[in-house]
């Protein structure tokens, strides 16, 4: 399953991604994975929950972020819940250019049985569909 918090820059999404993820961990029987464009929020988690900096893995497509959570779950099957902060920053593409890339979520939630929380930013009027039908 996906999930997308949708808002303007400074809406207050990350808070409320980092209070889900922190939530999260009374429920969760896996590995949470925490995913960010930087360390900024790195001590706002839990330590239970894994962090990952993009940054530190030159990912600034959509291919590559793609490919980046393909290799995750691949080596980890434990891997139950995926956050990511500042998706748009990483896939570096307008979503209106993503459809494929939720598809292919879709497809490693269900073969890998884990969830996918993604904040993005933008004016949720202005997102297509593909991406709304997606907002918590």
């Known amino acids: 399953m996906i999930q997308v918090i949708l808002g303007k820059k400074g809406s207050g999404k990350?808070?409320?991604l980092i209070d889900l993820a922190n939530d999260a961990l009374k429920v969760e029987h896996g590995y949470i994975v925490f995913i960010d464009d930087d360390k900024r929020y790195?001590?706002?988690?839990?330590?239970e929950i894994r962090f990952v900096d993009a940054s530190e893995s030159d990912i600034h497509n959509a291919d590559r972020f793609y490919g980046m959570l393909s290799g995750m779950l691949s080596v980890n099957f434990d891997i139950?819940?995926?956050f990511v902060d500042a998706f748009m920053k990483l896939v570096n593409a307008p979503a209106q250019d993503l459809e494929w890339l939720?598809?292919?979520l879709d497809e490693l939630s269900e073969a890998h049985?884990?969830?996918f929380v993604l904040s993005l930013s933008g004016d949720?009027?202005?997102m297509p569909e593909f991406v709304t039908r997606y907002a918590i």
């Open 42 to 47: 790195m001590y706002d988690l839990r330590h």
């Open 14 to 16: 990350t808070k409320r």
């Open 113 to 115: 049985h884990v969830n």
């Open 102 to 104: 939720f598809k292919k």
């Open 124 to 126: 949720p009027a202005e």
């Open 80 to 82: 139950t819940l995926v």
